[in-house]
């Protein structure tokens, strides 16, 4: 458009000239009207011919076609980030561990087809270790006229809200612990997703917690973090937004002059394992819900949530239910248009039964977030410190987590402090 | 629009207006004859720039003789198999499968001669990673001829030539499972006339997709030809095995051969291979039916290890004969019956011949591009232990995983989309 506008204003005075010239010769003003219009009507011409079907739109690249049927974007994420873990120095383990990680690095590719009613969307990302791309995202949806949606493919069920805002528009560098423990991951599956003015919800059949790239006979696993295929599984979510937009509500930040925003948001997650006569089998049915609240406003932002979790394990006659729980809250507020504080407390409580020398963790993360060009160019730094030992967390799968940067320590008072730029294309 | 084209533009709007105001001093033919002067260079200008959008072949990009066509495909799938509750494994065994995911880029540059095409796929287990299926450069001889080098598939199986998301089921055949040449690294040379087109290749084997050239997995060399007759229709309309009402008569007759001598050491455990592979077949279509055989066949001939004797060749042989109809505009029933006999010599005792059939139904919303399918998939035979793990042609990309009893039944339920 700018393009044209610049065409126009150049061609305009060319008129002008000719005008001008045309008079002190003595020729006829028609004629060089006609002249101009011959050459505006070329301009136009090719001004359509260019790349008017593709460009850079909404933060993002995209070709499309002429009549906007068929689009295609290309989008990407990178996290680059500096980690210094710190533990006891009475551990076995390296007390200070620093480095350098591309925490993500993701190329995706979305769009529709047909008519906007058939979207897609294809994300990979490239592993933090050994650099493997592989898939994240890879969904097909289909909107109906009365704006219900399906979703099908692999995708983030409809469960806990932290894990749902995606990862470039998260307040800290990273999720939290209690995340990480009771996130539902990807899944493969189908859902059907509403979406109004005052109220969200979705619902989904799939192959269960974490299980994304799993072929349909991949085994579930056992371990505090559920992953591989269930043989059934149920999720459904509802988010009543009590003001603002479910737009302003996609991050967890509130730039200053922001509207206030509120939304409560309530889950729950069902899933029962493959069950098979062998007398060494597993069974397992896992139970998880939650409660959000999400506050926002001129230049602050509040989240807290409670995650439960019902675990039923059954094998060679032994029954054994587990019941454990997880919480955060967490806040910031901008000290400058563009700088933000914020703080956050989660923790983890296990249940007592698993028999762990500790069964509460808790973890508080404190930091702040230089956005140079909103979650587009972003350089976050924090500092995350266990408040407890974690060593059965290590036990049980939970730690080492690189993502987060705590390692595990057999005293409390890990620290590690992380530094990240994001950029996003 | 990108700052180069923006300075294109400006600046030869500003060329022509220097023109224009010199020119309109003289005279108004003059002036016409400045102006018809300037459209011709601004004609050279913009055919210098880039074009985008979206054509019948995809999202492209390009600029004189240069063009980058990007695209996917999503096939997800519902699985749901079932076996007999004697067997050893789970007798039901459902889920999701993340079944294709693709993207690909393709394109010419310097002229539409020198063609390119690059693609990979997210693997469906094993963490989901990104790898290479086709790596290939053509170039385009003219007078039909072509060659065409890199990694790609073969030309032998016709069903194994069709791409994946063009198939008429959700999943090929379990012959052609067992026969199928896959991806191999090679070259071809190529011809393509009205009536009849061959390809001829020399490459790494059956099945040496991404592999280096000391693989073990690698034969020595191989030889693939494939020869089409076709006896009417049009070539586009064969790239698929639908028709759709109102599709003019086609017909085809297909034969290829093969053969690949593995790598030959003086190792006493060593064991050398060599491989003759053959299949013909038949493809016909209508106003909204078609119909398609294949025969192949293979004989295998081994020797070694030192000590183990000189082992008989092997014959085994495969069928399948599929057929769709549609019953209305969008919407196809089908059925396939294929069949894999394996060599008596090869199965020490128990089953040596296999029978499947499958029958489905296809929904298309926008052709390929959008389609559903359901199927259903029953084995007639007992396949395990002697089929599947030991012989192939069985696992979780067609949803069989083989069972001690026949009438393992295998539901289908899978949606596409192509970008």
């Given at each position: 458009?700018?393009?044209?506008?610049?065409?126009?204003?150049?061609?305009?005075?060319?008129?002008?000239?000719?005008?001008y010239?045309?008079?002190?010769?003595g020729?006829?003003?028609?004629?060089?009207?006609?002249?101009?219009?011959?050459?505006?009507?070329?301009?136009?011409?090719r001004?359509?011919?260019?790349?008017?079907?593709?460009?850079?739109?909404?933060?993002?690249?995209?070709?499309?076609s002429?009549?906007?049927?068929?689009?295609?974007?290309?989008?990407?994420?990178?996290?680059?980030?500096?980690?210094?873990?710190?533990?006891?120095?009475?551990?076995?383990?390296?007390?200070?561990?620093?480095?350098?990680?591309?925490?993500?690095?993701?190329?995706?590719?979305?769009g529709?087809?047909v008519?906007?009613?058939?979207?897609?969307?294809?994300?990979?990302?490239?592993?933090?270790?050994?650099?493997?791309?592989?898939l994240q995202d890879?969904?097909?949806?289909?909107?109906?006229?009365?704006?219900?949606?399906v979703?099908?493919?692999?995708?983030?069920?409809?469960?806990?809200?932290?894990?749902?805002?995606?990862?470039?528009?998260?307040?800290?560098?990273?999720?939290?612990?209690?995340?990480?423990?009771?996130t539902?991951?990807?899944s493969?599956?189908?859902?059907?997703?509403?979406?109004?003015?005052?109220?969200?919800t979705?619902?989904?059949?799939?192959?269960?917690?974490?299980?994304l790239?799993?072929?349909?006979?991949?085994?579930?696993?056992?371990?505090?973090?559920?992953?591989?295929?269930?043989?059934w599984?149920?999720t459904?979510?509802i988010e009543?937004?009590?003001?603002g937009?479910?737009?302003?509500?996609?991050?967890?930040?509130?730039?200053?002059?922001?509207p206030?925003?509120?939304?409560?948001?309530?889950?729950?997650?069902?899933?029962?394992?493959?069950?098979?006569?062998?007398?060494?089998d597993?069974?397992?049915d896992?139970?998880?819900y939650?409660?959000?609240?999400?506050?926002?406003?001129?230049?602050?932002?509040?989240?807290?949530a409670?995650?439960?979790?019902?675990?039923?394990?059954?094998?060679g006659?032994?029954?054994?239910?587990?019941?454990?729980?997880g919480?955060?809250?967490?806040g910031?507020?901008?000290?400058?248009?563009?700088?933000?504080?914020?703080?956050?407390?989660?923790?983890?409580?296990?249940?007592?039964?698993?028999?762990?020398?500790e069964?509460?963790?808790?973890?508080?993360?404190?930091?702040v977030?230089?956005?140079?060009?909103?979650?587009?160019?972003?350089?976050?730094?924090?500092?995350?410190?266990?408040?407890?030992?974690?060593?059965?967390?290590?036990?049980?799968?939970?730690?080492?987590?690189?993502?987060?940067?705590?390692?595990?320590?057999a005293?409390?008072?890990?620290?590690?402090?992380?530094?990240?730029?994001?950029?996003?294309? | 629009?990108?700052?180069?084209?923006?300075?294109?533009?400006?600046?030869?709007?500003?060329?022509?207006?220097?023109?224009?105001?010199?020119a309109?001093?003289?005279?108004?033919?003059?002036?016409?004859?400045?102006?018809?002067?300037?459209?011709?260079?601004s004609?050279?200008?913009?055919?210098?720039?880039?074009?985008?959008?979206?054509?019948?072949?995809?999202?492209?990009?390009?600029?004189?003789?240069?063009?980058?066509?990007v695209?996917?495909?999503?096939?997800?799938?519902?699985?749901?198999?079932?076996?007999?509750?004697d067997?050893?494994?789970?007798?039901?065994?459902?889920?999701?499968?993340?079944?294709r995911?693709?993207?690909?880029?393709?394109?010419?540059?310097?002229?539409?001669?020198?063609?390119?095409?690059?693609q990979?796929?997210?693997?469906?287990?094993?963490?989901?990673?990104?790898?290479?299926?086709?790596?290939?450069?053509?170039?385009d001889?003219?007078?039909g001829?072509?060659?065409?080098?890199?990694q790609?598939?073969?030309?032998f199986?016709?069903?194994?030539?069709?791409s994946?998301?063009?198939?008429?089921?959700?999943?090929?055949?379990?012959?052609?499972?067992?026969?199928?040449?896959?991806?191999?690294?090679?070259?071809?040379?190529?011809?393509?006339?009205?009536?009849?087109?061959?390809?001829?290749?020399?490459?790494?084997?059956?099945?040496?997709?991404?592999?280096?050239f000391?693989s073990?997995?690698?034969?020595?060399?191989?030889?693939?030809?494939?020869?089409?007759?076709?006896?009417?229709?049009?070539?586009?309309?064969?790239?698929?095995?639908?028709?759709?009402?109102?599709?003019?008569?086609?017909?085809?007759?297909?034969a290829?051969?093969?053969?690949?001598?593995?790598a030959?050491?003086?190792?006493?455990?060593?064991?050398?291979?060599?491989?003759?592979?053959?299949?013909?077949?038949?493809?016909?279509?209508g106003?909204?039916?078609?119909?398609?055989?294949?025969?192949?066949?293979r004989?295998?001939?081994?020797?070694?290890?030192?000590?183990?004797?000189?082992?008989?060749?092997?014959?085994?042989?495969?069928?399948v004969?599929?057929?769709?109809?549609?019953?209305?505009?969008?919407?196809?029933?089908?059925?396939?019956?294929?069949?894999?006999?394996?060599?008596?010599?090869?199965?020490?005792?128990?089953?040596?011949?296999?029978?499947?059939?499958?029958?489905?139904?296809?929904?298309?919303?926008?052709?390929h591009?959008?389609?559903?399918?359901?199927?259903?998939?029953?084995?007639?035979?007992?396949?395990?232990?002697?089929f599947?793990g030991?012989?192939?042609?069985?696992?979780?990309?067609?949803?069989?995983?083989?069972?001690?009893?026949?009438?393992?039944?295998?539901?289908?339920?899978?949606?596409?989309?192509?970008?």
């Open positions: 458009m700018r393009t044209t506008c610049a065409l126009m204003a150049l061609l305009g005075t060319s008129g002008l000239a000719a005008s010239a045309g008079a002190q010769s020729g006829s003003t028609d004629e060089v009207r006609a002249v101009v219009s011959e050459m505006l009507a070329d301009a136009n011409g001004t359509s011919l260019l790349a008017a079907n593709a460009g850079h739109q909404d933060g993002n690249f995209f070709i499309s002429d009549d906007g049927a068929y689009s295609l974007t290309l989008y990407g994420l990178i996290q680059f980030r500096y980690l210094m873990d710190f533990r006891d120095e009475d551990n076995t383990t390296n007390e200070f561990e620093p480095g350098f990680q591309t925490a993500r690095t993701k190329i995706g590719a979305r529709h087809i008519s906007p009613a058939w979207s897609y969307n294809v994300l990979g990302n490239f592993s933090r270790d050994g650099g493997t791309f592989s890879a969904y097909v949806e289909y909107k109906m006229e009365n704006g219900l949606r979703r099908w493919g692999q995708f983030k069920l409809p469960l806990l809200r932290e894990e749902l805002v995606d990862d470039p528009y998260q307040l800290a560098v990273e999720r939290s612990v209690m995340n990480s423990i009771f539902q991951g990807r493969q599956g189908v859902a059907l997703l509403c979406m109004s003015n005052w109220c969200n979705g619902l989904a059949f799939s192959d269960g917690l974490n299980s790239n799993t072929d349909f006979t991949t085994p579930g696993t056992l371990g505090i973090v559920p992953s591989g295929e269930a043989d599984a149920i459904g979510r009543f937004l009590f003001a937009s479910k737009k302003e509500l996609q991050d967890f930040t509130s730039p200053r002059g922001a206030l925003g509120a939304m409560l948001g309530l889950a729950g997650h069902y899933q029962q394992s493959p069950n098979t006569s062998a007398i060494t597993t069974d397992r896992l139970f998880e939650t409660v959000d609240g999400t506050l926002e406003g001129d230049g602050w932002n509040v989240f807290g409670f995650v439960g979790r019902w675990d039923n394990l059954r094998t006659g032994t029954d054994s239910d587990f019941n454990d729980f919480a955060v809250v967490q910031g507020v901008r000290v400058a248009e563009n700088t933000e504080l914020f703080g956050r407390w989660d923790a983890v409580f296990l249940d007592s039964d698993r028999g762990l020398t069964d509460n963790f808790h973890f508080l993360t404190f930091g977030n230089q956005y140079i060009a909103g979650h587009a160019a972003k350089f976050t730094a924090d500092a995350v410190i266990s408040l407890d030992e974690t060593p059965d967390l290590v036990t049980l799968g939970a730690l080492p987590n690189t993502s987060v940067g705590l390692l595990g320590d005293d409390s008072g890990e620290v590690v402090v992380r530094l990240q730029f994001q950029l996003l294309f | 629009m990108s700052h180069a084209k923006k300075f294109v533009l400006l600046a030869g709007a500003a060329i022509s207006l220097v023109g224009v105001n010199s309109l001093a003289q005279s108004n033919d003059e002036t016409r004859a400045v102006v018809a002067e300037m459209l011709s260079d004609q050279n200008r913009t055919s210098l720039l880039a074009d985008a959008g979206h054509d019948a072949k995809g999202f492209m990009i390009s600029g004189e003789g240069f063009t980058l066509r695209g996917g495909q999503i096939q997800f799938r519902y699985v749901a198999n079932f076996r007999d509750e067997s050893t494994s789970n007798e039901f065994e459902p889920g999701f499968q993340t079944r995911t693709k993207l690909w880029f393709g394109g010419n540059i310097v002229n539409e001669k020198w063609k390119y095409f690059v990979g796929a997210f693997d469906r287990d094993e963490g989901g990673s990104f790898g290479l299926e086709q790596a290939w450069v053509s170039y001889f003219g007078s001829f072509y060659s065409k080098w890199g790609y598939k073969l030309a199986l016709r069903e194994e030539n069709i994946s998301s063009k198939q008429l089921a959700a999943e090929r055949s379990i012959a052609n499972e067992f026969f199928n040449q896959d991806y191999s690294q090679g070259i071809a040379l190529g011809y393509k006339a009205d009536a009849w087109r061959f390809e001829a290749s020399f490459s790494d084997g059956l099945g040496s997709r991404n592999t280096d000391t073990s997995a690698e034969a020595d060399w191989a030889l693939t030809g494939r020869a089409e007759f076709k006896i009417d229709g049009d070539w586009d309309q064969f790239d698929d095995f639908t028709a759709p009402r109102g599709g003019k008569f086609g017909a085809l007759i297909g290829a051969v093969h053969y690949q001598d593995s030959n050491t003086s190792a006493p455990t060593d064991v050398d291979m060599q491989y003759l592979g053959y299949t013909v077949d038949v493809s016909l279509e106003d909204g039916w078609n119909a398609y055989g294949a025969f192949m066949g004989n295998l001939d081994t020797r070694g290890p030192v000590g183990a004797g000189d082992a008989d060749a092997t014959d085994d042989f495969g069928f004969i599929q057929g769709g109809l549609r019953v209305a505009e969008n919407t196809e029933i089908f059925a396939r019956w294929d069949a894999v006999f394996l060599d008596e010599d090869t199965v020490v005792s128990g089953e040596d011949n296999f029978h499947f059939l499958t029958v489905g139904l296809n929904q298309y919303y926008a052709g591009a959008a389609k559903a399918t359901l199927d259903f998939v029953y084995s007639f035979s007992e396949t395990s232990p002697n599947g030991g012989f192939g042609g069985l696992g979780t990309g067609t949803g069989v995983l083989g069972d001690t009893e026949e009438g393992e039944v295998v539901v289908r339920a899978q949606f596409q989309l192509l970008f």
